[in-house]
């Protein structure tokens, strides 16, 4: 596929530093804009993926809260009737 052109405006001062940083690491201004830009759109990427995780975990976090507090006095009847069979059982020896 053929490149895109693509017209972008810099302020003087960062122009100059692209410049010398391309040339100082063998590449064009080109190739240094592709990376970075590359660069750029993977953290992005990362950083929306992190968001989304974050919001799934959360999400969940409350789901099984939920779930535990409905559970509780099921659990806490079935503590009881346990003491009371071992309750019973300690009576008959």
Do not use: W
């Amino acid at each position: 596929m053929a490149a895109s052109k693509v017209l972008i405006s810099l302020p003087p001062g960062l122009c100059r530093e692209a410049d010398e940083f391309a040339h100082q690491h063998g590449m064009t201004r080109s190739e240094l804009m592709r990376r970075a830009l590359k660069q750029y759109l993977a953290l992005e990427h990362r950083l929306e993926l992190r968001a989304e995780l974050k919001r799934g975990y959360i999400e969940m976090a409350q789901l099984n809260q939920s779930l535990a507090e409905a559970a509780l006095p099921l659990d806490e009847e079935a503590l009881d009737l346990y003491e009371q069979s071992l309750r019973s059982v300690n009576r008959n020896d």
